[in-house]
């Protein structure tokens, strides 16, 4: 079935009218990592209006890294409507963030916002050390932030595009969970954002997929090293969502095909995916760790 979708772009506004629907995606790129959500077209559906909450996170403290747009921006959104306290953390997306910082005051949350480079351990000591100072204490963390480059073939991996993939990808959720485990007390929930690409590969994001593959092995051992603990580590593995790491990483010309082999034949809208955020980082998941969920539109390769 296909919707009836209205979009503002001045005011980065969508709307629409069903829930089963496919999306058009028009061919577009971006030259800047990990890309920007504004600049989308269609602009990203985030916040599902009908979504009801519970208060399963009430006076909860969640990081969330990468938290401007995408996943992230979900995420933190759906954080907050449950009761929680969020702190987004980005790389330089202003623009975004403050969107994001905007929704998450209008529903009544509490928010905010750190500006830095995970890729460096002491950057992500002060973000951990910002959130203690403001909200005293981290129940959660959402590892989110990450970026992917298109090659397509190994040779065309420089070692400058091998190194910064995965310190953005792994280097810094080592470090942020390392620093958020001296804070964190038994309930707390650590979420991971692996991939779909870990399970089949992927022939033209190689270091990508290797980053992700080397999220799974860390969430897992994590899991069963804190689970005496009752701290739980998880991870989540999207299939195609739309945000804003696809035009920023694809060939203009490769958008509109993306999604099309997937069962459901469209792609996922971050208000679909934020859902399951809430279920791990809540009292609902306790006897869950070291598992790694997979959220794809019915995609089974591999």
């Not at 005011?11 to 920007?36: A, H």
């Not at 990081?63 to 790389?91: M, N």
């Not at 620093?179 to 038994?186: E, I, Q």
Request: hydrophobic fraction near 40%; include cysteine.
């Amino acid at each position: 079935m296909r919707n009836n979708y209205f979009l503002d772009l001045d005011k980065g506004e969508v709307s629409y009218d069903c829930k089963e629907f496919v999306m058009e995606f028009p061919p577009q790129s971006q030259d800047t990592q990990p890309g920007l959500e504004y600049l989308m077209v269609p602009r990203p559906i985030f916040d599902d209006k009908n979504y009801k909450a519970a208060g399963k996170l009430k006076g909860k403290v969640a990081i969330v890294t990468g938290g401007d747009s995408g996943i992230g921006r979900a995420v933190a959104l759906i954080f907050a409507k449950e009761g929680a306290s969020v702190a987004i953390v980005y790389y330089d997306e202003d623009q975004d963030a403050l969107e994001t910082e905007k929704c998450i005051l209008e529903v009544g949350g509490k928010v905010m916002l750190i500006r830095t480079d995970l890729k460096y351990a002491d950057n992500c000591s002060l973000v951990v050390e910002k959130v203690i100072n403001r909200f005293g204490k981290i129940d959660i963390l959402v590892n989110n932030a990450g970026v992917q480059f298109q090659q397509k073939c190994l040779n065309q991996i420089s070692d400058e595009q091998f190194d910064l993939t995965m310190k953005s990808n792994i280097y810094s959720i080592f470090y942020m969970t390392k620093n958020c485990l001296k804070y964190m007390k038994s309930g707390a929930s650590i979420i991971n954002l692996s991939s779909i690409t870990t399970f089949y590969g992927e022939p033209e994001l190689i270091d990508y997929v290797t980053s992700k593959g080397a999220i799974v092995g860390f969430t897992r051992s994590l899991a069963t090293n804190l689970a005496d603990k009752n701290i739980r580590v998880n991870a989540v593995a999207p299939g195609f969502f739309w945000t804003p790491l696809q035009p920023a990483c694809w060939d203009a010309l490769k958008i509109p095909t993306l999604a099309i082999n997937c069962p459901m034949k469209r792609a996922g809208k971050t208000c679909e995916i934020a859902p399951l955020f809430v279920y791990l980082a809540s009292d609902d998941s306790s006897y869950m760790t070291g598992q790694v969920i997979h959220i794809n539109g019915g995609e089974f390769k591999g």
